[in-house]
């Protein structure tokens, strides 16, 4: 099973900075198609998740450009150029390469 | 716009069984791949299941293989989630989701199991 691990797990940062998160595949997530099934999601308290990322940078409809996602293989990163109010929740990276795994989580708040 | 309405959750025994629905409408059901994904209250999201546009093809997690099954009604634009012998550990909200570069892209308000005697 690929395991998906994410730092920081809880992130403090000022308003209008910028902000990095950390994912780790236990394995390449380079599926045989060639493409790389690797996402980011949002998630506010007592909402569902929000798919802001796909295949490592792609920007799922509606989804702000300050959002961005790089990285290749087993190493990936979601960046924010300037955190606002409204990104604060919890980040998930997930991989769907090998049937389906999400990230602990990362938690964003403002300092 | 993408609806997603998830339905049947509830409190059941250990060892009993449930179904879930999630009732899609706004696009073309019949053309995408569906996922669920589970949530523990305050713990993380669990990828747990995923079918492909027609139906032919599932795939589960390893903790729900062999109890859980996944299937669709594409004449009723409708998503199943059939859940046996279920566990006190799958209590959670379970959400639908319509599968967008191969992951869960729209998703529903999710329905809440309890499993507990």
């Known amino acids: 099973d690929i395991v998906m691990t994410q730092a920081p797990l809880s992130s403090p940062v000022t308003l209008g900075q910028p902000a990095s998160i950390s994912c780790r595949s236990s394995q390449s997530l380079v599926h045989s198609d060639g493409n790389t099934y690797l996402s980011w999601l949002h998630q506010r308290p007592g909402q569902p998740p929000r798919l802001l990322i796909y295949k490592i940078s792609s920007r799922f409809s509606g989804v702000p450009d300050r959002f961005s996602g790089t990285g290749a293989g087993t190493d990936f990163t979601l960046k924010i150029s300037r955190v606002e109010a409204e990104d604060v929740g919890v980040y998930y990276c997930m991989q769907a390469t090998q049937l389906g795994t999400f990230g602990q989580g990362t938690k964003l708040e403002i300092k | 716009e993408f609806q997603l309405v998830e339905s049947g959750g509830g409190l059941v025994q250990p060892g009993g069984s449930l179904r879930l629905s999630c009732a899609a409408s706004g696009f073309t059901f019949s053309s995408y791949w569906m996922h669920w994904v589970r949530q523990a209250p305050g713990k993380g999201l669990v990828w747990v299941s995923r079918?492909?546009?027609?139906?032919?093809?599932?795939t589960y997690a390893d903790p729900v293989k062999g109890r859980f099954t996944i299937s669709r009604d594409n004449a009723k634009n409708t998503l199943y989630l059939q859940m046996n012998s279920l566990r006190v550990e799958d209590t959670a909200v379970y959400y639908c989701?319509?599968?967008?570069?191969?992951?869960?892209?729209?998703w529903g308000q999710g329905a809440l199991v309890t499993v507990s005697s």
């Open positions: 079918i492909n546009s027609d139906g032919s093809i599932t």
């Open positions: 989701a319509v599968s967008q570069g191969g992951t869960p892209g729209n």
